[in-house]
């Protein structure tokens, strides 16, 4: 059974930062695409930032260009999303995802998600 698991959201100040985990298990993803998508309240869920299992490609929403860093540690089977110099306008609920195929920016193209982790930054 394939699972992501979050973790490592919380309320931080703005301009702190937060660093999350995405834990991933039950199949190999190494011809995966990972992804970080967040989803505001009465808003749709958006893309901000994606990376190749294999190779470390990165891609990342203009929002956060210069604040966040995608990464991944293959002995753990773990992505992370860096977050500096946190904004209010970054508070969602922050998902985890893969795909195999497909678009990176599309919540369609990803096969499996995680539950989410809440991140809160307070002015």
């Known amino acids: 059974q394939v699972q992501l698991v979050e973790s490592g959201g919380g309320l931080v100040q703005a301009g702190g930062s937060l660093r999350l985990s995405c834990a991933a298990s039950g199949r190999t993803f190494s011809s995966y695409v990972m992804g970080w998508f967040r989803q505001a309240p009465g808003k749709e869920r958006e893309f901000v930032a994606a990376?190749?299992?294999?190779?470390?490609?990165?891609n990342y929403a203009d929002s956060v260009k210069g604040r966040f860093t995608i990464s991944r540690d293959n002995a753990k089977n773990t992505v992370y999303l860096q977050m500096n110099s946190l904004k209010p306008e970054d508070t969602a609920v922050y998902y985890c995802?893969?795909?195999?195929?497909?678009?990176?920016?599309?919540?369609?193209?990803?096969?499996?998600w995680g539950q989410g982790t809440q991140v809160t930054v307070s002015s």
């Open positions: 990376i190749k299992w294999s190779g470390g490609n990165t």
């Open positions: 995802a893969a795909k195999y195929s497909g678009s990176i920016y599309l919540t369609s193209n990803y096969d499996y």
